[in-house]
């Protein structure tokens, strides 16, 4: 009989603690059971992650409480979250308090507990109910109504009758109706009536792909797919047959969703097809509706939990498919620790449950793409839209050639130009993409070079007309735009503004297009949190003629009549320090390109840069993934990047460059007695972005041909290291940006 149990304590130190379980709480402790223990002279909470027969510590102490019946982790997830720990090479406690979400967590917020009003047994008799009419025409009143419903809140029928809680306990007591406390779910999406959808009589590649899922589910280890199929090729519906598949199996299921697709029209899809039997997580449910819906598929009574990122983490039992969508989003890392992708980690869910994973995306990283061609997933092709609509058109501008009346590179070419005037002409849409948001990039001082940046970060700040701000796009920094050069010996006041962000893009299509009715979104113009459905409600409803966005507009969205697609500078995201930038080049090209032509009318899809030569972007143009992958896989593979080395980035910050600078320093060289035959270590060198909130930001990047090599060497460096007081580390085991 084991009494001594492991607890991971909310302290976030690297390792377990042993306690003795008390004789009264033998019965109640179970594995993932959430405990109150003493720590030094405190009293703090856990979660028993092992029992133990002996431990090596003498005098332990016991357990004082379990907290609430049933653990809230369950077995197979305490299993997952061991394996992220240690891949992650992040403390279990804190891995566990991002699989739990804080709403659930917190022991202070249970259930909304509400007292349910119900007729009684004298309500039933005609006789009697004339009775009080006549002695209490009020009260009498308040009965009818509630007889209508049968069943009301409390709160609701107060509301609706105009009553008091007086009279309704006086109804109570004298037997017409009965109060009681009742559990009520806060249900996010109340009051919507939602038409039910049927399931699509499939095309012929999606049936393939359909049954190949369906047959995976059957199979003894399920293994992973990955759903390649372009933008409008009908993925969604292939989830939604495979997921009812799976409750028709009696089993349960996960659909991953980017936070960005999450929006009410995505959910709705799914709710259309699953009601109630889909739980949504996201991150816009208030702390109350989160906690409800997760308890919603703790209980069984959801069965399909819909979300971003940790809905990966939901508490099903019996898990038969686990779906991502756009598993190439980078959204799927979570940016601080454990920093772990969620596709990658549904993988792994899916190994340890015998769950089928299915992994999908018009634009596959190249990560799952190579595990395709290894022969570690399956793959499967969706390559015609389910419309038979064409694939939109793409023309690539070579903005070298374009020249302005007074000499300049134009914002628009004329292309553009004359594209935009025609689809107008026909009333039909057009949406116009950057991915900068602002006016400028950067205020310049032409006189003598001055450049307005970030006091506090290394980057320069944006010029924002609207407000007639300077903004740090880091930190959030406003300064009011000065009317002179602030350098003391310039102070000139001729200013010009260098580069340009949807604002301006906002400007210059007004003067060009001065009738077109234009709209413009980006987190600037979407902070309250009804403007971003407002703005695409409008869009949807020709309101709005052409719409300029950054990637808020890239992604999922659908709409029939939008003929044009205009990207102004496709080089925003080519240049990036980052191995990966031509891979998310051509996925945004590709992703924003599916915007077009999505109704009657085929698309059309005007890039402006100026390398126009660039691999990605002819790779995009020729919708060509496999050619783009295959070439850009060979690079990788001969510089020894990933998907063939596994990576890992040390980021260490503090607010003395110096001592940043040092301890890096340090850390390389102990790093360097670690190393073995095979293993790449960086120099250590400043961070892309240098300098973020004043602190100075060192990097080293440590790239191995395996994980657990990798993991290894960092482990036992780690332990070795002193780490000055003011500095700070992170660690980031495959990092998908290296800024
Ligand atoms: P994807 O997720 O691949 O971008 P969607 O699932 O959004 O594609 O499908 C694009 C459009 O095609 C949607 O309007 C969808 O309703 C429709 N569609 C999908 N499958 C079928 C089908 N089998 N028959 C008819 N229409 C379909
Ligand atoms: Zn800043």
Redesign the pocket.
């Known amino acids: 009989m084991p009494t001594i149990v492991q607890v991971a304590v909310e302290l976030s130190l690297n390792r377990e603690f042993d306690y003795l379980v008390p004789e009264a709480l033998l019965e109640q402790v179970r594995l993932g059971s959430q405990v109150q223990v003493p720590f030094g002279r405190q009293t703090k909470y856990g979660y028993v992650t092992g029992f133990k027969e002996t431990s090596d510590f003498e005098k332990l102490r016991s357990i004082k409480k379990v907290i609430g019946g049933a653990p809230l982790i369950g077995e197979k997830v305490l299993e997952l979250a061991r394996w992220m720990s240690d891949y992650y090479i992040t403390p279990l406690e804190k891995t566990l308090q991002t699989l739990i979400p804080g709403a659930v967590r917190n022991k202070d917020r249970s259930f909304r507990e509400q007292l349910m009003v119900r007729p009684a047994a004298r309500a039933e008799k005609a006789s009697e109910r004339a009775a009080l009419a006549k002695a209490f025409p009020r009260r009498s009143e308040v009965l009818e109504s509630l007889l209508v419903e049968q069943e009301m809140l409390q709160a609701e029928l107060i509301q609706q009758t105009r009553t008091t809680s007086a009279t309704l306990r006086a109804l109570e007591k004298e037997g017409y109706i009965t109060i009681e406390k009742a559990v009520v779910g806060r249900n996010p999406h109340a009051g919507k009536q939602l038409l039910p959808t049927e399931p699509?009589?499939?095309?012929p590649e999606?049936q393939v792909a359909y049954e190949g899922i369906c047959r995976a589910m059957d199979r003894e280890k399920p293994g992973v797919m990955l759903l390649y199929?372009v933008?409008?090729?009908?993925?969604?519906?292939v989830y939604l047959q495979a997921l009812a598949h799976a409750l028709e199996k009696g089993q349960d299921a996960i659909i991953l969703v980017p936070e960005i697709s999450l929006t009410p029209q995505t959910v709705e899809r799914f709710r259309s097809r699953f009601g109630d039997r889909i739980a949504v997580l996201h991150s816009h449910l208030s702390d109350g509706e989160r906690h409800d819906e997760w308890h919603r598929l703790y209980r069984g009574d959801a069965r399909i939990a819909i979300g971003a990122r940790s809905a990966l983490f939901s508490p099903l039992r019996h898990l038969g498919l686990i779906v991502v969508d756009e598993e190439h989003e980078s959204s799927y890392k979570q940016d601080e620790a454990p920093r772990y992708s969620a596709r990658d980690v549904a993988v792994m869910r899916g190994h340890m449950e015998h769950c089928a994973v299915v992994l999908g995306s018009a634009t596959p990283s190249l990560e799952s793409y190579q595990n395709t061609r290894s022969g570690k997933y399956e793959m499967m092709r969706l390559t015609v839209r389910?419309?038979h609509r064409p694939m939109p058109i793409m023309q690539v501008v070579d903005m070298r050639t374009q020249v302005s009346e007074e000499g300049k590179t134009p914002v628009f070419s004329s292309d553009l130009v004359n594209a935009v005037r025609d689809r107008l002409v026909g009333g039909e849409q057009v949406i116009l993409f950057l991915n900068r948001r602002g006016f400028s990039t950067s205020l310049i001082c032409p006189a003598c070079g001055y450049v307005a940046m970030c006091p506090d970060c290394s980057v320069s700040l944006t010029y924002h007309k609207a407000d007639q701000e300077l903004k740090c796009h880091l930190c959030g920094r406003q300064v009011p735009v000065p009317e002179r050069c602030p350098n003391p010996d310039c102070r000139d006041h001729r200013f010009k503004y260098a580069g340009f962000g949807t604002q301006r893009i906002e400007e210059i299509a007004g003067k060009l297009f001065p009738h077109a009715r234009i709209k413009r979104m980006d987190s600037d113009t979407t902070r309250r949190k009804e403007a971003y459905e407002e703005i695409l409600g409008a869009f949807r409803s020709g309101k709005i003629d052409i719409l300029i966005g950054t990637q808020m507009i890239a992604k999922g969205l659908?709409f029939p009549n939008v003929t044009l697609v205009g990207v102004l500078n496709a080089d925003v995201s080519l240049h990036m320090p980052d191995f990966r930038a031509g891979e998310k080049t051509f996925q945004l090209l590709t992703q924003v390109a599916g915007r077009a032509g999505r109704g009657e009318i085929p698309g059309e899809v005007i890039v402006q840069t100026f390398t126009p030569a660039h691999a990605a972007i002819q790779a995009a143009r020729r919708l060509d993934y496999e050619g783009f992958s295959d070439q850009e896989l060979a690079f990788r593979e001969e510089l020894g990047y990933p998907p063939f080395r596994r990576m890992a980035c040390i980021t260490v910050r503090g607010p003395d460059e110096c001592v940043v600078n040092d301890a890096t320093r340090t850390l390389f060289g102990i790093l360097g007695r670690h190393v073995t035959a095979g293993m790449r270590l960086s120099e250590p060198c400043p961070a892309p972005i240098a300098r973020i909130k004043t602190h100075y930001r060192y990097q080293l990047m440590l790239r191995a041909s395996s994980v657990r090599s990798l993991g290894r060497t960092l482990r036992a460096a780690l332990a070795e290291m002193k780490w000055p007081k003011e500095v700070q580390h992170s660690l980031d085991i495959d990092p998908v940006s290296l800024l």
């Open positions: 699509l009589p499939l095309m999606q199929g933008t409008g090729s009908g993925k969604t519906e389910a419309d659908h």
